[in-house]
């Protein structure tokens, strides 16, 4: 059995390579959403078989379980039970859109963790400068909590905006948490991490350390809030 394993081992190599790569092909085709990742990857893996499929391993597995995600949905058991019908909002939806989008109701309320209801409001902001100065409004009217979470916080123009928003609010005695990308907060040199902790701005990085502690296969695991 050894001399045999001895005497093929470049074959057998050759064969764990290629059932790596194509077990590696089928999950990135199959959980990609973006198809250029999707073909990023399986080109990876065809040009490097061992080393490609090691690396997809490692760095391009979601490692965000899915049993979480749907424990965060309704089962289609319970979703009538946890939803009562709003026959007012059905109504309203009915008499200006027609009956079909009453069904498109019921349907998102089956689905989604939350019923659909009136009386809400959304404001649409179209560009960066109109999003900014909406959230730099919200932390400066706030007057018990800011919760301030995001992949990227450079050390630029807009960066010191809210680094001078979220500075007063701790000032005026407001409880502010941030949570900054540890490979985002790093986009800008000097990082703006030292001046928020100076300024006694709670924040606190996501996912630092990722070689230390044998988490590395976590690395891609970034926080796009």
């Known amino acids: 059995m050894f001399e045999a394993v001895a005497s093929h081992w470049q074959t057998l190599i050759l064969l764990l390579s290629l059932a790596m790569a194509a077990v590696g092909i089928v999950h990135a085709i199959m959980t ?11 080109g990876v893996m065809l040009l490097s078989p061992f080393l490609g499929a090691i690396i997809y391993a490692i760095a391009g597995i979601n490692r965000i379980r899915r049993a979480t995600i749907s424990a965060m949905r309704p089962s289609a058991g319970s979703a009538d039970e946890g939803h009562n019908r709003d026959v007012a909002v059905e109504a309203l939806i009915e008499a200006q859109f027609g009956q079909r989008f009453v069904g498109l109701k ?3 309320d089956r689905v989604a963790r939350r019923p659909l209801t009136s009386g809400n409001m959304i404001a649409v902001l179209e560009t960066g400068d109109e999003a900014y ?5 919200a932390i400066d009217g706030a007057q018990k909590s800011v919760l301030l979470e995001t992949y990227i916080f450079d050390n630029d123009a807009v960066g010191q905006m809210f680094a001078q928003s979220l500075s007063a609010a701790v000032k005026r005695g407001v409880a502010v948490r941030v949570l900054i990308d540890a490979v985002g907060v790093r986009y800008s040199v000097p990082s703006i991490l030292k001046q928020l902790r100076e300024s006694n701005v709670a924040v606190d990085l996501f996912n630092g350390n990722i070689v230390m502690g044998l988490r590395l296969p976590y ?3 970034r926080t796009h809030r």
């Open 219 to 221: 690395a891609n695991l």
């Open 106 to 108: 019921t349907l998102g």
């Open 133 to 137: 100065m909406a959230m730099c409004r």
């Open 32 to 42: 990609k959403e973006d198809v250029r990742a999707a073909t990023g990857w399986v």
